[in-house]
């Protein structure tokens, strides 16, 4: 689906309302509290992200205040839960602000749960019409008590789950938000949608976990499925990406820049000599509109 320059007729519509897009299928709304009439509540996030009832998303991106950043941002799931970080979400925002012209600059910074995080528009033809996104994800960390996970070692690799009596062998990361990889020969064997959840709320992990299911094709090319916390089953996450090359590189399985396949596409991670990981990727602009709901 090609990007569609934004008329102005769609800035004013979108910086008064909602605006939507995907990353590969993983689809956000932006909302610009200094517009929104009430407060986002729990069940008011829980009633615009259900597709039945609301607009329906993989979680709501609120643009706020930053005294630390250029942009302010908080990132919500479809439970209504906060999220710490989202890679996909953070992409789709940045393409929101320079599509509505809040910056003109295609280099930015944004806030994110007290984290800064850079961003950097690539491959504008027109003026609004964005292809790819780039965003430094932060480094990844490895010590249980930062993803946290409840494991006695010094780092989160190669640990032991017991899920419905069998044994399954994982290791942890932290990208700013908690990712638990597993490593399989071939990805059709795993349903993720049935024990995806039961992971994510496994008592091993205080704060819940986002889930995902490895296969390697190669040293620059990987496959992977996704069970994300407070959101379930996604056709794409970026932080799922970078968590999964993360635990793969410091295993010296893959190599420092890795195109991840997924359900809803491919993204690339790299991850430079500094530890910095970069995700890139492209947003598609779906609609906007008047929030009623």
């Known amino acids: 689906m090609k990007t569609k320059k934004v008329k102005n007729t769609d800035i004013v519509r979108a910086r008064n309302g909602w605006f939507k897009s995907h990353g590969l299928g993983n689809d956000y709304i932006v909302l610009n509290s200094k517009t929104i009439d009430s407060k986002l509540t729990k069940e008011k996030i829980q009633r615009i992200c259900n597709r039945n009832y609301g607009i329906g998303a993989d979680g709501l991106l609120v643009f706020t205040d930053s005294n630390k ?21 953070i992409r789709i925002f940045a393409d929101y602000l320079y599509g509505m012209e809040f910056t003109v600059k295609k280099k930015f910074s944004i806030e994110v749960s007290g ?48 899920i419905e009596g069998r044994e399954l062998i994982f290791s942890a990361v932290a ?19 049935k024990i995806g959840p039961l992971i994510e709320n496994n008592p091993m992990f205080p704060n819940r976990i986002n889930v995902q299911f490895a296969q390697i094709i190669d040293r620059e090319n ?22 999964v090359v993360s635990v793969l590189n410091r295993k010296d399985m893959v190599d420092n820049k ?22 890139r990727g492209p947003v598609t602009r779906i609609a906007c509109g008047i929030l009623l709901v």
């Open 69 to 89: 950043a250029d942009f302010g941002l908080r990132i919500y799931n479809p439970d209504g839960s906060e999220a710490e970080k989202s890679g996909n979400g």
């Open 115 to 162: 984290s800064v995080v850079k961003c950097e528009i690539q491959t504008v033809r027109g003026k609004n019409d964005v292809k790819n996104v780039l965003v430094e994800m932060g480094n990844a960390s490895f010590t249980p008590d930062s993803i946290p996970v409840k494991f006695d070692g010094e780092e989160t690799f190669d640990m032991p789950i017991f």
């Open 175 to 193: 990208i700013g938000n908690p990712h638990a990889v597993f490593m399989v020969d071939n990805l059709d064997s795993i349903d993720i949608k």
């Open 222 to 243: 990987i496959m992977i499925e996704i069970w994300e916390r407070g959101a379930g089953y996604t056709l794409a996450s970026g932080s799922s990406s970078c968590g």
């Open 258 to 279: 890795v195109n991840v396949h997924m359900p809803g596409g491919t993204l690339e991670v790299s991850i430079d000599k500094n530890s910095m990981i970069r995700l």
